[in-house]
């Protein structure tokens, strides 16, 4: 069985730093893209951060330059370095991926269950 599992959130202050993990497990044969999505409180779920398996990076408009995503290819992980955090960050945090499993199943969207991060002002 694969799964994801994100760690990391809390809360912070504004201005202040996070950095959330995203744990692949399973029979993973070969881990595609990867990226992090948010949801505010009355908001839909938005993209925040992509990574392909080349290391190519998409980032939404009102985090880049603040935000990084990386990924570790070894250790089917990824991670979100979150800077200069904003109470507009504040939301749910979802992992998804896009992988193979060793038996040839191909899951083109896996969740994580989601972690909170709460920006106070």
């Known amino acids: 069985q694969v799964k994801l599992e994100e760690s990391g959130g809390g809360l912070v202050q504004a201005g202040g730093s996070l950095r959330l993990s995203c744990a692949a497990s399973g029979p993973i044969f070969n881990l595609h893209a990867m990226g992090w999505y948010r949801q505010g409180p009355g908001n839909q779920r938005e993209l925040v951060a992509n990574i392909n398996r080349d290391d190519s990076t998409t980032y939404a408009d009102s985090v880049q330059g603040r935000f990084t995503i990386s990924r570790d290819n070894a250790a089917n992980a990824a991670y979100l370095q979150m800077n200069s955090l904003k109470p507009e960050d504040t939301g749910v945090y979802y992992c998804?991926?896009?992988?193979?499993?060793?038996?040839?199943?191909?899951?083109?969207?896996?969740w994580g269950q989601g972690t909170q991060v709460t920006v106070s002002s």
């Open positions: 998804k991926a896009d992988l193979t499993t060793y038996s040839g199943s191909y899951f083109p969207e896996l």
